[in-house]
């Protein structure tokens, strides 16, 4: 089944997140989509609790999950999600959020607390993305407990519920991440892979598609049905390893330092 990962929804986004993003009237006319093709949305809580016991799913089940937490998720996503009818997941950097939990380094304008509650009151599942962002992989223990510790924590005290659900920043995640968000109380997490997800993933693996601001209407409705993921997808299978490369060579850098230290 298709998870959809966006990111922001805006007419006008920066240059920072614009790959990423969606028009407000593109992301109207996917869920157009999703809806006269019989699609169902349902929470990440909902697919995984459906999944663990064996209970039927609706006919078509998709997930429209957005990452972050930028502002136009509330002025643009929600109205649209609400005329339909839909389920969605909200994955929430909690210091990017503008407010009292703020640590600055957002990459846009964010939503405040109140829109999320917002949010979570029509439907929407609010679900953690970590503290501040980092690559969680790639962080001492200390640091990763603390970033999936205060995430879910800020959530909590916020929402009157503790998240249920994660989303790896960068898509990033090893056997030790996976593990320190189990611990954290996270039952399930999702990661990018651009397939579709499977039940066979495991729960802390899920795969998601990107939905971004070059996703034509014939690409998005190949990736909702499953078709042509792959091919789609090998250019970022490209960047992605291209990226990886980088990040080797950085540790490397960092490594031998550390020995002359
Ligand atoms: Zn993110």
Redesign the pocket.
């Known amino acids: 089944m298709p998870i959809l990962m966006y990111?922001s929804v805006a007419h006008a986004p920066n240059e920072a997140t614009h790959e990423l993003s969606v028009s407000p009237d593109a992301f109207a006319l996917q869920m157009e989509v999703l809806a006269e093709r019989g699609f169902t949305p349902l929470t990440t809580a909902g697919l995984a609790a459906a999944w663990r016991s064996g209970r039927p799913l609706p006919e078509r089940p998709v997930l429209v999950t957005f990452?972050?937490g930028y502002e136009g998720v509330h002025r643009y996503a929600l109205p649209v999600l609400a005329k339909h009818g839909f389920a969605s997941t909200l994955?929430v950097?909690t210091g990017w959020l503008r407010g009292a939990h703020d640590t600055g380094g957002a990459l846009d304008f964010m939503l405040d607390w109140d829109q999320v509650r917002e949010l979570a009151a029509a439907g929407a599942e609010i679900g953690g993305?970590?503290h501040t962002?980092p690559e969680l992989d790639q962080l001492p223990g200390a640091e990763l407990r603390h970033e999936l510790r205060r995430c879910r924590d800020i959530v909590a005290d916020e929402l009157g519920a503790r998240p249920l659900s994660f989303?790896y920043?960068?898509g990033y995640s090893d056997r030790r991440v996976r593990a320190r968000v189990r611990e954290a109380g996270f039952a399930q997490a999702l990661a990018v892979g651009n397939s579709l997800a499977r039940r066979g993933q495991g729960p802390y693996a899920l795969r998601r598609v990107t939905v971004r601001r070059a996703t034509g209407a014939e690409e998005f409705e190949r990736l909702v049905e499953g078709r042509a993921v792959a091919r789609v997808f090998a250019r970022d299978r490209a960047l992605t390893k291209g990226y990886a490369m980088v990040r080797r060579a950085r540790q490397i850098r960092r490594k031998a330092m550390r020995t002359r230290v």
């Open positions: 990111h990452d972050d994955f950097s993305h970590s962002h989303a920043p960068y």
